[in-house]
């Protein structure tokens, strides 16, 4: 006998990248955004202190209808939760709970961890050998997730392998739930495809685009029956997911689409100059659809180049899995950190 169910002790939960107190770093292991979120979200939260004596809205209609207008959709196809984590742990009950659900075999490390919390019964599909997603490889008879862009490759799939996925999983009444948490730095969004799919979720974030990872606020967007069943699921769990900062914030930041434009292009820049440095260098990346860049540091294993970074004042993400541990995804930062970065990696990676 145990104080813990059996659930607690069997899970693997998942590993969230470093979040340091010690000292001041250049930080990017955790894909956060390097601008400050949108002036007017500093606006928006003034004066909000004395309502926070009331509980919010719990269908955070202002957001949502903010959110639609944005993604050109209607606010009852939209769901918001406490960052797309929360949102994504709502879809795994909601769509997958009790199925065999598919998924490639690197991915956003989180997926395993929900099927493993709700009985779901996870397939993973290996990468194809230049790391793209294998489309085919996912579509058999159930339901499929992936994120598109993917992480930590950053290789994003153009909207037709989207397409054919929504038609597969369509006919073998299954939801298709595309992670588009770096849509933002991508060429395109599978949002068009909602209006021919009613089996498509496409799940978001305010963490990396907006600037807003310390607020928490992801959402949903898809058809009405299938936003009933993650308000099904938030409704047996906890009917207040976002406080009334994170609305007003997350509202503000998605209406001032001009700021976020600016800060996304000086991202995009800053991802395309770093690439070109190190592919001049002889160093392997991946191209990159996202905010971070996934970097070869290593013929066997790029730890001892994250901790040597890391001396520098530089944190990267490294991962422990057999088949990541060559590589480092690199967050972007401002242009002038990243030319620092791109330097340390030139002299710090064997070639
Ligand atoms: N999806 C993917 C693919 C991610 O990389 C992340 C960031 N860790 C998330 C979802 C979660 O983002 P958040 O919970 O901050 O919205």
Known sequence: MAYESELALGLTPYVAGEQ?????????????????????????????????????????????????????????????????????????????????????????????????LFGVHYATVPLRADYTVDVDGLMQDGPVALA???APTGIFLPMEAIRRMAAHCRAHDAVLLVDEAYAAFAPETAV??????????IVRTFSKSHSLAGMRVGYAMGHPRLVDALRRIRDAFNSYPLDRLA????????????????????????????????LAAGITVL????????????????????????????LVRHFSAEKLRPWL???????????????????????
């Open 192 to 201: 068009p495809l909602l209006r021919e799919y009613d089996n498509l979720l």
């Open 247 to 278: 609305q007003a914030a997350a509202t503000a930041a998605i209406l001032d689409t001009g700021y976020t434009d600016r800060c996304t292009a000086r991202v995009i820049a800053a991802r395309e100059e770093t690439r070109q440095t190190l």
């Open 20 to 116: 340091p107190k010690d000292r001041q770093f250049i930080k990017l292991n955790t894909n956060e955004n390097p601008y400050p979120p949108s002036p007017r979200v500093q606006e928006a939260l003034a004066g909000l202190a004395p309502s926070l004596r009331l509980y919010p809205d719990m269908e955070a209609t202002a957001l949502r209808e903010a959110i639609a207008q944005v993604n050109g959709v209607r606010p009852e196809q939209v769901f918001c939760g406490n960052g797309s984590d929360e949102v994504l742990a709502f879809a795994f009950a909601a769509f997958f709970a009790g199925k065999t659900l598919r998924a490639p075999e690197v991915t956003y490390s989180f997926y395993p961890v929900y099927a493993q």
């Open 148 to 150: 598109n862009p993917n």
């Open 329 to 351: 995804r690199v967050s972007m930062g401002t242009e002038e950190e990243m030319r620092r970065v791109a330097g340390a990696l030139v002299r710090l990676i064997r070639k």
């Open 287 to 314: 191209p990159s659809a996202t905010n971070f860049l996934f970097v070869k540091a290593d013929p066997a294993d790029a730890g001892p180049v994250q901790r040597a970074l890391r001396e520098e004042g530089i």
